[in-house]
């Protein structure tokens, strides 16, 4: 079993920055992407970014490429994902989610095995 624990969240103003972290516990060495999705309230859980743990190869959702990064720390078993410029659209619940397999369907929940509770982000205009 994995469990995944994220932190970071919180209220902001637009424009301004927050950075998640998903520690993971457990069988990590069975993991091979790690992901961060979004739900708005009354929307369905989307995708933000996945990172695989051995490479480092990243994906993004084309509405936050060049605003997120996200990382890891394989020595510490966490995923961070940095938010820059932040607007009101990217409030959400923030969940961190692990796939223990290789996939091309990266962008779909489903697919994942693990995840988190989630932690709140708020984006004031």
């Known amino acids: 079993q994995v469990q995944l624990v994220e932190s970071g969240g919180g209220l902001v103003q637009a424009g301004g920055s927050l950075r998640l972290s998903c520690a993971a516990s457990?069988?990590?060495?069975?993991?091979?992407?790690m992901g961060w999705f979004r739900q708005a309230p009354g929307k369905e859980r989307e995708f933000v970014a996945a990172i695989t743990w051995i490479g480092g190869v990243t994906y993004y959702e084309d509405s936050v490429k060049g605003r997120f990064t996200i990382s890891r720390d394989n020595a510490k078993s966490t995923v961070y994902l940095q938010m820059n410029s932040l607007k009101p659209e990217d409030t959400a619940v923030y969940y961190c989610a692990a796939d223990r397999s290789f996939s091309l369907s990266i962008k779909l929940p489903e697919q994942y095995d693990y995840w988190g509770q989630g932690t709140q982000v708020t984006v004031s205009s």
């Open positions: 457990g069988r990590t060495i069975s993991l091979y992407t």
